[in-house]
């Protein structure tokens, strides 16, 4: 069943008259509503990350002409690295200590992203307002459906 999403091609690989297998992927929508962003934090650097704390970003395609503001919707239970097809294991008994990163989910407001269109892994400079440490750490709210 298809349903309706407002955004826009990223990348198209059919072409008028192709013979397409089964289960073939025709076409990759980016989604223009509902835009979220996961930035990379150092695992000392989210020390002090809630939920809905304000964050300020700057986009390297606008520079500093344009500030994006949202909040932190979630922090990640695991490092990129861990979810890896094949993840990496030190089997030589020399551990080197090397810092992890941890995906921040930040939503982002509807109107800025319309006025200033972002790409899909562009690069960014984040900055997290962590005054308040009211907020909770991890979610406890259940998605009842998915977000596309």
């Known amino acids: 069943m298809l349903s309706h999403i407002n955004g826009y091609v ?5 072409k008028i008259g192709a013979q397409l ?3 073939a992927t025709l076409i ?8 979220w962003m996961d930035a990379n934090f150092k695992e000392i650097q989210i ?3 809630r939920i809905d704390q304000p964050v300020t970003m ?11 503001n949202g909040k932190i919707a979630g922090i990640y ?6 979810f890896l097809l094949l993840p990496e294991q030190n089997a030589t008994g020399k551990w ?8 921040v989910r930040i939503e982002l407001y509807a109107k800025q992203i319309a006025d200033h ?7 960014t400079r984040v900055k997290v307002d962590t005054a308040n440490l009211d907020g909770r750490v991890l979610s406890n709210v259940v998605r009842d459906k998915p977000r596309y």
């Open 77 to 82: 239970m695991g490092t990129s690295s861990i």
């Open 21 to 23: 297998p089964v289960g």
């Open 47 to 49: 020390a002090n990350m």
């Open 117 to 123: 269109p972002l790409h899909i892994s562009m690069s």
């Open 10 to 14: 990223s990348r198209r690989s059919v």
């Open 58 to 68: 700057i986009s390297n395609v606008y520079g500093d002409y344009v500030i994006y």
């Open 96 to 103: 080197i200590k090397v810092v992890q990163c941890l995906p």
């Open 28 to 35: 990759e929508v980016v989604p223009a509503d509902n835009i």
